[in-house]
C-alpha cells in the first residue's frame, strides 16, 4: 500500500466510542484520546504503525470499561 492522499483514512474504530478513563483508551478502537484527535492528520504510514500496536493494548482497559460498566467513584 502506498501513502496516496487520495486513498480512503484507515482506521481502527469500531464504532463503540466510549473510554477507560484510567488508562485513557477507548474501548472500541484501543487508541488514545490524542490518537484519536490527530488521526486524520496522520500518514498512513504512522497510523498503520499504530493499528499495529493496538492489540497489545486490550489488557490496559478496565473490565468495568469494556463491560460498559460506570466508573467507580475514588474514595
Request: with cysteine.
Amino acid at each position: 500500500m502506498t501513502d496516496d492522499d487520495t486513498a480512503p483514512i484507515e482506521t481502527p474504530c469500531v464504532r463503540t466510542c466510549r473510554v477507560d478513563w484510567e488508562s485513557r483508551l477507548c474501548v472500541g478502537c484501543l487508541r488514545s484520546m490524542e490518537e484519536i484527535g490527530l488521526w486524520g492528520s496522520m500518514s498512513p504510514s504512522e497510523r498503520r504503525r499504530i493499528m499495529a500496536e493496538l492489540p497489545a493494548r486490550r489488557d490496559r482497559i478496565s473490565p468495568e470499561a469494556e463491560a460498559g460498566l460506570p466508573r467507580r467513584k475514588r474514595g
